[in-house]
Each structure stands twice: as structure tokens, then as C-alpha cells.
């Protein structure tokens, strides 16, 4: 019998204990909901994609979907990262971090670009990232803010689809599904 790779539960609990603690009492935007729902929510489309996609490494991509935003949202530092996880975690998470000092409408190309440098599991997160992000709109956003969204989902599955037939399809459908 054949068995796929999986992801390890102890590596798993390590990183999800680490951005619980790191997001502290942030809540996600818009509601009441604790932070960690977030990291976890894409952990689980992580999860799911390892389940039903020949992935290389599971636990790189597992650590990186919790901790995807403890450098862009809760100060944590490259060097704590690769301290706790190793360096392909800390570099995978960098990736994935908005560099906040080029112009908004630059971030995301930039990410992109940083992520195409990074193992598969890498786009995977995200990939992933973004389903979970599809969420109906925070009522204050404004039409204009809803399509680019939109529109960056888009960008987002034209460069990073090839990683996940999986999470392609699932952010295909988010996509068209949304506002």
C-alpha cells in the first residue's frame, strides 16, 4: 500500500501555537473573530491540496499557511522565524510578505515575483490564502476596491495556478463567485 506524504501533527501544533500566540488578540478584519481563524482557515485548504496533490513537502507548506502573517501583521521577524522554523520557513513567510515600503499598486507583482522564487508549496499558501480571503466584502469597501480585488485574484491564479490543480480550482470558483 501506497501512502501519501503527510504533514507532521507535532510541527503542525509548534507553528499553530506560535502565530496564536503572535496574533494575539488581533480579529479579523471587519469582525469578532479571532485572528487565528485566518491562518488556520488556510491551513486547512493546505491540508486539503496535500491530501489530493503529489507535494513535496508537506510540513514546509503547513508551517508557512500558520504563519503566512506573523512578519506582515504581527511584527515578528525574519530571524525569529528561521530561529524556531528553519530557514526555508522564514524565507517562504518572507515571501509571502507584502514589502510595505514599495507603492501599494507594486506589492503585489513584487510578492509574486518573490514567491515564483519559492518552492511550489509556497504558491500554494498562496493560492490558499487567497480562497480563504474571498469572503463576502467588508461593507465598507467601495465597488472600486471590490473589483480590483477581485481582479488581483485573478493575477494572483494566472501565476500561481500551476502549483495546485486542487486550489486552482477552487480559487477559479471563488473568483467567479465573488461580488
Same mark, same amino acid.
Given at each position: 500500500?501506497?501512502?501519501?506524504?503527510?504533514?507532521?501533527?507535532?510541527?503542525?501544533?509548534?507553528?499553530?501555537?506560535?502565530?496564536?500566540?503572535?496574533?494575539?488578540?488581533?480579529?479579523?478584519?471587519?469582525?469578532? &473573530?479571532?485572528? /487565528? /481563524?485566518?491562518?488556520?482557515?488556510?491551513?486547512?485548504?493546505?491540508?486539503?491540496?496535500?491530501?489530493?496533490?503529489?507535494?513535496?513537502?508537506?510540513?514546509?507548506?503547513?508551517?508557512?499557511?500558520?504563519?503566512?502573517?506573523?512578519?506582515?501583521?504581527?511584527?515578528?521577524?525574519?530571524?525569529?522565524?528561521?530561529?524556531?522554523?528553519?530557514?526555508?520557513?522564514?524565507?517562504?513567510?518572507?515571501? $509571502?510578505?507584502?514589502?510595505?515600503?514599495?507603492?501599494?499598486? &507594486?506589492?503585489?507583482?513584487?510578492?509574486?515575483?518573490?514567491?515564483?522564487?519559492?518552492?511550489?508549496?509556497?504558491?500554494?499558501?498562496? $493560492?490558499?490564502?487567497?480562497?480563504?480571503?474571498?469572503?463576502?466584502?467588508?461593507?465598507?469597501?467601495?465597488?472600486?476596491?471590490?473589483?480590483?480585488?477581485?481582479?488581483?485574484?485573478?493575477?494572483? $491564479?494566472?501565476?500561481?495556478?500551476?502549483?495546485?490543480?486542487? &486550489?486552482?480550482?477552487?480559487?477559479?470558483?471563488?473568483?467567479?463567485?465573488?461580488?
Amino acid at each position: 500500500m501506497v501512502q501519501n506524504k503527510i504533514w507532521s501533527q507535532d510541527i503542525y501544533l509548534k507553528a499553530i501555537r506560535f502565530a496564536g500566540e503572535a496574533h494575539g488578540n488581533q480579529k479579523i478584519p471587519g469582525s469578532d &473573530l479571532p485572528y /487565528i /481563524i485566518h491562518p488556520a482557515s488556510v491551513c486547512m485548504e493546505i491540508m486539503t491540496a496535500v491530501c489530493a496533490d503529489d507535494i513535496d513537502k508537506p510540513d514546509l507548506a503547513v508551517q508557512c499557511a500558520l504563519l503566512h502573517d506573523v512578519i506582515e501583521d504581527a511584527q515578528k521577524t525574519y530571524s525569529e522565524l528561521e530561529y524556531n522554523f528553519g530557514k526555508n520557513v522564514a524565507e517562504g513567510v518572507l515571501a $509571502l510578505t507584502k514589502n510595505r515600503e514599495l507603492d501599494k499598486n &507594486l506589492r503585489m507583482a513584487d510578492s509574486i515575483e518573490r514567491i515564483k522564487l519559492q518552492p511550489r508549496e509556497i504558491w500554494m499558501v498562496k $493560492l490558499a490564502d487567497r480562497i480563504t480571503n474571498l469572503q463576502p466584502p467588508p461593507p465598507h469597501w467601495t465597488n472600486g476596491k471590490i473589483i480590483s480585488y477581485r481582479m488581483e485574484a485573478g493575477y494572483i $491564479l494566472e501565476h500561481l495556478g500551476s502549483a495546485s490543480l486542487l &486550489l486552482s480550482e477552487r480559487l477559479r470558483k471563488k473568483i467567479e463567485a465573488y461580488p
